[in-house]
């Protein structure tokens, strides 16, 4: 039974992704260290990107893992301020032990501004 999934949005997200870079399936496939048949069933309809997909193209893409999730439908969207807030969670979790306390440090300054402007 060749069942079709609604993917549609997903799709059409990632093969915007893929033009942009200049990636076939293939080589996207290569890249993102999955099968092409993976990638081929996806891009079809015929199966949805399950979270170690989505774990692999954000890696590739070097996006938030919970931006890949919500545009495959595996989590609800979100917010405007709580993107915000996991954007700078992610931007934490990916900077250097040094980059991380400068950039701390900064927001901590920041604060202290808000205060004084009280």
Partial sequence: ??????????I??????????????????????????????????KRKPGPEVCDKIAKL??????????????????????EDMEKGKHYLEILSETHKKQALEFMEFLLRQEENDL
């Fill in 1 to 10: 039974m060749n069942t079709i999934i609604d993917n549609s949005s997903f």
């Fill in 61 to 82: 893409l070097k996006c938030e893992p919970s931006f890949v999730y919500r545009m495959a439908n595996i989590l609800p969207p979100k917010t405007g301020s709580d």
């Fill in 12 to 45: 059409e997200w990632l093969n915007g992704e893929r033009d942009k870079h200049g990636w076939t399936s293939s080589r996207l496939a290569i890249l993102a260290e999955f099968s092409s048949t993976q990638i081929y069933y996806i891009e079809q309809n």
